[in-house]
Each structure stands twice: as C-alpha cells, then as structure tokens.
C-alpha cells in the first residue's frame, strides 16, 4: 500500500533553515509527482511547490521562490522540502502529498504524509 | 494567479441537513477541482476530483458539481463523522490553490 513517512518535528531559530523529509513506499516512486502544502496553526491549506521524482525539475511557489528547494533521492525513493531563512510565520505542519495519475503534474492529492511540524521560535 | 473563493467560511446544521458549500475561481478552470475534508487533528482527505468523480471509498452522500468558475459540495444528509473543514483546490496548473477552507459543525 501506498506510504508516505516524513521525519520528525523540528524546533528551529529564525534565519536557520529546515529540512523536512518524506520517503515514499508502495509505488513507483518516479512516476508519481510529489507536491508540498503547509498549514500554518489555525490556518488553511497552502500549496508550496512540487518535484518530479523522475527528472527532478521543480516548480515553486511564487511566495517560496528563492527559499524553498525541493529535491529527491531515486534510491532512497525520498523526497526533501528545504526552507530557508526561517521566520516565526513559518511556524506549520508540512505534508508531502502524491497525485492520483502518474505522470501528471497537475492533479489531485490522494495520498499525504502524516505530516510534519516545524516551529520557528528564538 | 487564479484565487479560490468558498463560503460560507463556517456553517452549523442538523443531523440529516443538507448542506452546500460553494467555491468560485476568479478564472475558469474548466473542471480541474478537487475537494478535500480535514478532520481536526488530522491529514486532508480526498473526496472529490474533476469538480464531480468521486474518490473511491468516500460515502455517496457526498457529491460535486459545476464547472468554469463555480462549484459545489453538497453533503445530501449530513453525519456526525462529517464535521471537519473542506478545502476546494484547482489543480489546472500551478500554483495548486486551495480555497480558504469551510468548517463544518453540528447543530
């Protein structure tokens, strides 16, 4: 069955950086696109960008361009979320999330991680 | 960018309502619309995809329609277990917006 596990929370201090990690199991790992979303505590859903496990090529979110890099790992079929410069509204949960197609790039979520929290705090 | 309108933002019902929650894209998006419930505490859930097509498992009460700029979830008799946000998403091209989110509650 299609899991998805990311690694644990994280505490970090304004202007570090994190790395948020989701290996990926019970698929073909390059044949699905991984997108990440974050939620923010009390907060809705936002979209942050989204990595092509096959090639690798990215697509970032306007508002993440420049702190967000995304990249994965076709042996460890592990994908990684890094942000940098780090601020206190980046206090949220971090999904990973499959599409329902394969080689799509743009579709629906039918399969997220449980998740993983990040506070920014000095 | 395409923004993602729903409302209400939050509703109240009885056991056994029904209830709609709209989402409007401020361009069309033909039916690249995908709908979401979150329970508290929990991972979002797919529920609905091309604006319509169920996700396999998710109970028949739940439906979706429209296409272009308008769409909705109707729940056709709401449960106990449905109290949760749902998200409206478009999924077209990127960026992959969700809507604001609609928090459904028990009467």
């Known amino acids: 069955q299609v899991q998805l596990v990311q690694s644990g929370a994280e505490v970090k201090k304004p202007g570090a950086s994190v790395k948020v990690s989701c290996k990926a199991s019970?698929?073909?790992?390059?044949?699905?696109?991984m997108h990440w979303v974050r939620q923010a505590p009390g907060q809705g859903l936002e979209w942050m960008g989204i990595?092509?496990?096959?090639?690798?090529?990215?697509n970032y979110a306007q508002r993440f361009q420049g702190r967000v890099t995304m990249t994965r790992d076709t042996s460890t079929t592990t994908v990684y979320m890094e942000l940098s410069s780090l601020r206190s509204e980046d206090t949220a949960v971090y999904y990973c999330?499959?599409?329902?197609?394969?080689?799509?790039?743009?579709?629906?979520?039918?399969?997220w991680g449980q998740g993983t929290m990040v506070t920014v705090s000095s | 960018d395409i923004q993602m309108t729903q409302s209400p933002s939050s509703l109240s019902a009885s056991v056994g309502d029904r209830v709609t929650i709209t989402c409007r894209a401020s361009?069309?998006?033909?039916?690249?619309l995908a709908w979401y419930q979150q329970k508290p505490g929990k991972v979002p859930k797919l529920l609905i995809y091309a604006a319509s097509t169920l996700q396999s498992g998710v109970p028949s009460r739940f439906s979706g329609s429209g296409s272009g700029t308008d769409f909705t979830l109707t729940i056709s008799s709401l449960q106990p277990e449905d109290v949760a946000t749902y998200y409206c998403?478009?999924?077209?091209?990127?960026?992959?917006?969700f809507g604001q989110g609609t928090k459904v509650e028990i009467k």
């Open positions: 361009q069309g998006i033909s039916n690249y």
């Open positions: 990595i092509n496990p096959s090639g690798g090529s990215t």
């Open positions: 998403q478009k999924y077209n091209s990127a960026p992959l917006t």
């Open positions: 019970g698929y073909t790992f390059t044949s699905y696109y």
């Open positions: 999330a499959t599409e329902r197609g394969a080689n799509r790039g743009v579709d629906a979520f039918d399969f």
